[in-house]
């Protein structure tokens, strides 16, 4: 199974010096990935219809995940970097496929892009996209995304997008993996569906119930579980014991990925963060998932 850490951007207030810090100590630590969540702008929750129930306001700091990875790529030397999750629907899917292309070329195939549906209507407004077919046009994208990806010259028409005889060029040199997220079961259908795996934020939702629904859907789709994804942010771990417990009952009940939260933990420096995950990999060592 393999480690990684998440980006902690919050109690960090924006430092862009940060990015440089944890980033380069997750990958000499021997940390297999490193995650960033995803916002591009943030919202007053204050007198709004409907409500805005997610946990993040206007004042919550978030970094591109494309321009942080592309920095970082250079900074380091095998990690891999994770959108945990890119809010896919809010974007140009044409766009996006440059960007993950070029940070996949420029990181030596160290991208691995986990795509969400979000749950803020302010930020889709914002962006100009319609947030009421978000899950229908994240069906949509996945599988554009691999074409634009892989063909030398791509023609679509779709319910939301055009594309007329047009190409990337360069294209990556791979396929670049496609992981989803979320909390309900339509989520979870929908990545047994077009995803090559997924992340559960565990503590948003339960994962090992999750991803034991994940295996009877493969199953019944016809899927490899064992070659399906399974990725747990480990939210309710607060302690570096708890981390270890939790990924290795993880990696018991057939995960592949965990990776280490460390916000919210009174933690108000970036060295402060970088001692909890040098902890953590300590421990992870010693019992053999690092």
Known sequence: MKLGV???QNGLGGNPAA????????????????????????????????????PYTEK????DPFVMFGYLAGLTQRIEFVTG????????????????????????????????IGWNYVEYDALGQDFSQRGKRVAEQVPLLRRLWSEELVTFEG??????????VPRPGRAIPIWLGGFADVALRRAVEIADGFICADGSAD?????????????????????FGKQINMLKAKTADEAIETALRWRDAGGTHAAVHSMGLGFTTPADHVAYFGEVAEKARSAGLL
Do not use: C, W
């Open 6 to 8: 998440i980006y902690p």
């Open 19 to 54: 990015v440089r810090e944890i980033g380069v100590a997750a990958d000499e630590m021997g940390f297999d990935h490193f995650v960033a969540y995803d916002h591009v702008v943030g919202a007053d929750h204050a007198d709004r219809e409907p409500k805005l129930n997610g």
């Open 60 to 63: 919550d700091p978030f970094h």
């Open 85 to 116: 999750i890119l809010i896919l629907p809010q974007r140009q899917t044409v766009l996006v496929a440059r960007q993950a292309a070029d940070l996949d070329l420029l990181s030596g195939g160290r991208f691995r892009m986990g795509v969400g």
């Open 159 to 168: 319910e939301f997008d055009t594309i007329d005889r047009a190409a990337l």
């Open 207 to 227: 994962a090992f119930q999750q991803i034991a629904r994940l295996d009877e859907l493969l199953t019944e789709k016809g899927r490899d579980a064992d070659a």
